[in-house]
């Protein structure tokens, strides 16, 4: 509803349920004047009524589209899963996947590393490298296992 200032210079949109069946007394919130303002025709104030009630439930189906559909099986001792977090990326998953592939890989080409030094020279200090560090995480790994399960 469209409620003008007692100046007559400033127009305001109100909802009409602001200011309610009886009407009440409002203050222009730019000149500061005071006055009773009479409630909308009880005709306006019904077509008023009316329009938020459909925007109220067009709000509920944009909602209910909104929401993440159930699926649900039919059995006995079926209990529903609410499917949440879908788009989310599980980037743990994603980091694992790829160690185990560069450790596949290194191990693959540390068997076959006569048959790659033959063909690609260049990679010999990369074997040397990896020989070392495959020394190393052998000490390692050996006291590690002799610190949680001694030789009896």
Known sequence: MIIECACKKYKFAVK????????RVVQCGVCDQKWFQEPAS??????????????EEEE????????KII?????????PIKYENKGKINYTKIFLTIMVICIISIVFSFENREYILNKN???????????EFVEYLKINYSDIINTYMPKQ
């Open 16 to 23: 009409a349920e602001e200011i309610g069946t009886n009407g």
């Open 42 to 55: 009880s005709e306006e104030f019904k077509v008023l009524k009316e329009n938020q009630i459909k925007e």
């Open 60 to 67: 509920k189906k944009e909602k209910a589209k909104n929401q």
């Open 71 to 79: 699926k649900e099986k039919p059995s006995k001792n079926y209990v």
């Open 121 to 131: 020279p260049e990679f010999a200090n990369f074997f040397s490298l990896l020989e």
